[in-house]
Each structure stands twice: as C-alpha cells, then as structure tokens.
C-alpha cells in the first residue's frame, strides 16, 4: 500500500498570505490528524478529521482550519501567515479515530516558510 | 494536563553500545503509548508501541520498550546501536483524556559515534 502523502514538500510564503496544503491517506484509512511542528513548540496537536467531520481540534488560532472529503483526502488552510507559522506540517492517517488506540502513520510532511 | 517527558534532548553514544532513551508520562487513566522515530528531512515512522497485554514490545530492528504503570514510563532500549540509528525519538501517548490523539514528548537526538 501506498504511505500518506502530502503536497506540496516545500512551501515560501510571505507574512499576510494564506496557504493550502494537502494530504492524502493510507486507502481505507478514514481519520486524518495534523500536527505541526516547530524546534521551540514540537509537536502539536492541530485537528483530527474523520468521516468529513472534524472530531477534534488543538489549541491554535482560528487562522488554521481544515477540512477532509468524501475519498478521506484532507487540506489545512492557514490564512493571514505570521512569521511564527514557519513549520514543519505533518499529516497522520489511521483506520480508525485514534481514540481507540489505532496507529496513525505520518507522512514526509510539508516544510512552509514564511518570510 | 496530560504531559509526556522525555528526560533527555540529546543521547551520544558510540557504535555498538547499549542505549536507553527515558520517557515518563502523566496520566491517571489507562494509555497508549508509542516511539516514534524521524531521520533528517522525514516524517515520523512508528517503531513500536503499547496497547495492552504484554509490558515488553520489540521492533523489527532490535528496539524494545518497557511499560511500567507504577512509574508511568516507557524507555527505548537497544542492546547494540548502529551508525544508522542516529536520529530523533519522540515518545508519545494517547489515551481518552487527550481524546485519542497524541501527546508528544520534545524528543530526545541519538548520535551514535564509530
């Protein structure tokens, strides 16, 4: 099976821009969680979606949103970049929500830099 | 809150020694934990975890991990380290109090040495 993927790997934006990235899962797998991470922060905790619903969310501005659709695909948009946006963007897949213990597999990520 | 400690950022430790990566977490209801593991420029990739039964996990690649609930930990161990495990940890646990999705640790750098 084909791991996740994400698109685009790397991403220059300027503050005040706004910004989509995109995931796609394991096939079958129907939860997709973000996180981001940053050298001070680590990893964070952004959303979890499952079944086009978002299940739940981690403490971060309204700026970041996202969304999944019917074939489990997901996007995170950020809009209006600060510098401190500047992250590497990872996306996770499991069958199941994580809730229940399922493994979630990370994809290579998308480096944004926001200049 | 739920934490998760990892008690050391940075292991150096030369080829073919033992190495143990401490990791402590906070929870009193029943977890899930993992190791994660991620090489320069990647994701992450799980290399083991805990789910229930059995307190001892192993990797394919030689790694194993010991859960123990009466000090909320989970170290990674490896008897015989490699030039290629040289690379970041990360610790995490998820559990129905973070509602399922994971809580990291700050990860902990391995550098082994020839």
């Known amino acids: 099976k084909a791991g996740v993927t994400q698109t685009p790997r790397y991403l220059i934006k300027t503050r005040g821009q706004q910004v989509t990235l995109s995931c796609s899962p394991i096939?079958?797998?129907?939860?997709v969680s973000w996180y981001q991470q940053t050298p001070g922060q680590g990893l964070q905790f952004l959303f979890e979606y499952f079944s086009e619903t978002q299940r739940n969310k981690g403490n971060f501005p309204g700026r970041f949103s996202g969304r999944q659709f019917s074939n489990s695909r997901s996007e995170m948009n950020v809009s209006t970049l600060e510098l401190g946006d500047s992250a590497l963007y990872l996306c996770?897949?499991?069958?199941?929500?994580?809730?229940?213990?399922?493994?979630?597999?990370f994809g290579p990520g998308t480096r944004l830099t926001v200049l | 809150a739920q934490s998760v400690t990892q008690l050391d950022s940075q292991v150096p430790v030369f080829e073919e020694a033992p190495v143990e990566l401490r990791c402590n977490y906070s929870?009193?209801?029943?977890?899930?934990l993992f190791w994660y593991v991620q090489y320069p420029n990647q994701g992450l990739q799980l290399l083991l975890k805990y789910l229930s039964g059995s307190t001892l996990v192993e990797s394919i690649n030689g790694f194993e991990a010991e859960f123990n609930k009466s000090q909320t930990s989970f170290h990674l161990r490896k008897p015989s380290v490699h030039i290629s495990d040289t690379a970041e940890y990360f610790c995490a646990v998820s559990s129905v109090r973070s509602q399922g999705n994971l809580i990291f640790g700050k990860g902990t750098k391995l550098s082994v040495k020839p």
């Open positions: 929870s009193s209801v029943s977890v899930y």
């Open positions: 996770a897949s499991s069958l199941g929500l994580a809730g229940l213990g399922d493994t979630q597999y």
């Open positions: 096939s079958g797998h129907r939860s």
